[in-house]
């Protein structure tokens, strides 16, 4: 075939789709079939190979003599005209292997007649053949990117998995699609990629579940915008996991790690002071004693006295009960709350300040709970707890599934044990 007729055949491959190709001669106007169409402008240039058969392979001498020989090229016309499910699949793993055998040396062109190939032979088969294609084609740097696309946006993660996590080929665009649309699982599966640009984070820190932010934190080859740690830092309030998986990274600015520290519990304090280096260590203590400090000065001792005067007063009339709370919540009075709290749940005020003060909602939720009060009001006071201490909305449905499982007895002991041990 001449060079004249190859042009004219290459540009009829993006033309219409279908089972055979078109090309325009000088007089007519005549059919030329897929197993022509690879064999003039593909085969024809592809260095000599060899390409296991059976009993036959195919070389560049066959190129010269194609009806001498079985051709998979044939087997390619047959399967994509009136193949089987199980024929395409069977000629799937033929072409993926003839295009692995020879992909360093495929110009562009070529790869793009393999796209055109497999966007063909993947309608329609089942899922186990995609997920080979997928691990087959994920990890090569030159790999068809129309039908990684399809792979990687395909609803199964053992077909998309691979792909998301390997594939050089996609573009921040192509992730981004995925990450907006596709189930935590997809999110996953990128949020494992050995690079990650902030555009890319940006939607897992925002869609990903905890498992996700998590992954995103720890993989230092994520890029993380400053909005994106600011998001992260928010989620960290309730997973100590994941604020110290963000205080490591040597890429957070300074004021959003100083922000971090004044929110994280003491434990993660520990951990990162242990994982740190000589120098971060020192620096993590000296931002600590400066956030200690000023929280210290904002904070200052309370004076609960007028509220427990007011508290005092309502409970000798009747009149301090679980909706007289709710009402200081709503009113910001944050005195009356806690002195409400300890006056429902009998315990001294210092200690009620004491748990309504700490890193955690846990032992506030066992003072609620020995006072007998409805979710709507728990979540009212550990909402007024102080700056820094009220979580999140992921927060409160961990706090309301814990408050669920927690039993009023069990609750009450653990007030009797507090009782007991400030009167000792």
């Known amino acids: ?118 966007g063909l032979l993947i309608e329609e088969i089942e899922t186990k053949a ?30 998309a998995g691979p792909v998301l996590k390997l594939a050089p080929r996609l573009a921040d665009i192509d992730l981004i699609e995925v990450a907006e649309n596709k189930s935590q699982a997809h999110l996953r599966a990128i949020s494992a ?39 992260l830092i928010q989620r960290a309030e309730d997973d100590g996991i994941l604020a110290e998986k963000v205080g490591m990274r040597p890429d957070i600015p300074a004021p959003l790690f100083r922000d971090l520290l004044s929110k994280a519990t003491a434990v993660v304090h520990r951990r990162l002071l242990a994982a740190a280096t000589p120098e971060m260590r020192a620096e993590i203590c000296q931002v600590l004693t400066k956030v200690s400090k000023e929280v210290g000065a904002r904070v200052g001792p309370r004076d609960y006295r007028a509220a427990q005067r007011l508290v005092l007063g309502l409970n000798r009339t009747g009149r301090m009960t679980e909706a007289t709370l709710a009402g200081f919540c709503s009113e910001g009075k944050y005195e009356e709350t806690v002195a409400g709290l300890a006056a429902l749940a009998r315990v001294p005020i210092n200690v009620a300040d004491r748990l ?35 979580p999140s909305s992921q927060g409160l449905d961990i706090a309301f599934t814990n408050y669920g ?13 507090w009782q007991v041990r400030q009167s000792s």
């Open 193 to 231: 990629r050995r690079s990650l640009g902030e555009p890319v984070t940006d939607v897992l820190v925002r869609r990903g579940d905890r498992e996700v932010a998590r992954r995103v934190a720890g993989n230092r080859g994520a890029c993380i915008s400053e909005q994106g740690f600011s998001n």
């Open 356 to 390: 309504m003060s700490g890193d955690r909602p846990d032992p506030v939720l066992i003072l609620c709970k020995a006072a007998g009060l409805g979710w709507p009001t728990v979540k009212a006071v550990i909402t007024a707890r102080p700056e820094g201490g009220g």
């Open 1 to 118: 075939m001449t060079d004249r007729a190859n042009i004219t055949l290459c540009q009829a491959v993006a033309r219409p789709p279908g089972f055979g190709l078109q090309a325009l001669g000088a007089s007519s106007q005549f059919l030329i079939p897929v197993h022509l169409f690879l064999t003039a402008r593909f085969l024809s240039e592809l260095p000599i190979y060899r390409f296991a058969t059976g009993t036959a392979s195919i070389t560049s001498r066959w190129i010269s003599n194609m009806g001498a020989t079985p051709s998979l090229i044939g087997e390619l016309e047959e399967a994509l005209q009136r193949g089987s499910r199980q024929k395409r699949i069977e000629t799937l793993q033929r072409i993926t292997a003839l295009f692995l055998d020879g992909a360093g040396r495929y110009s562009d062109e070529h790869v793009d007649l393999f796209d055109n190939v497999f």
């Open 130 to 159: 995609r997920a080979e294609l997928s691990s087959h084609l994920a990890p090569v740097s030159n790999a068809p990117v129309n039908v990684l696309r399809r792979l990687a946006n395909d609803d199964d993660i053992t077909v």
């Open 405 to 417: 499982r927690l039993s009023a007895s069990t609750a009450q002991r653990v007030v009797r044990f």
